[in-house]
Nanobody, 126 residues
Framework: QVQLVESGGGLVQAGDSLRLSCAAS????????MGWFRQAPGKEREFVAA????????SYADSVKGRFAISRDNAKNTVHVQMNNLKPDDTAVYFC???????????????????WGQGTQVTVSS
């Protein structure tokens, strides 16, 4: 059974940092794009960041460029996102996801991702 489990969320103040982690089990995803999405109350799920299988290519939403950094450890079947200079607008549930159909190119569309974690809450107070 495939599972993606996120961790690292919490309540922080504006300007603080958090590092989210996603651990995959049940199969390895070393040949797949992995990504992070978020969903705030009343809003659609939106792309945050993604990384290709080798880790050589990354993509970020404009709203997080320069503040967030995605990375992966294929030996541990994990993906992380370092979030710096957090803002109240970053408040959301953050999900990790796996795209089974892509290894190099990166899709920004949630519909293209096949496996999802349950999410971890990030709340940024002003």
């Amino acid at each position: 059974q495939v599972q993606l489990v996120e961790s690292g969320g919490g309540l922080v103040q504006a300007g603080d940092s958090l590092r989210l982690s996603c651990a995959a089990s049940g199969r390895t995803f070393t040949t797949n794009v992995m990504g992070w999405f978020r969903q705030a109350p009343g809003k659609e799920r939106e792309f945050v960041a993604a990384i290709n299988a080798s880790g050589s290519r990354t993509s970020y939403a404009d709203s997080v460029k320069g503040r967030f950094a995605i990375s992966r450890d294929n030996a541990k079947n994990t993906v992380h996102v370092q979030m710096n200079n957090l803002k109240p607008d970053d408040t959301a549930v953050y999900f990790c996801a796996v795209d089974l159909n892509r290894r190099v190119s990166i899709s920004l569309r949630p519909v293209d991702y096949d496996y999802w974690g349950q999410g971890t809450q990030v709340t940024v107070s002003s």
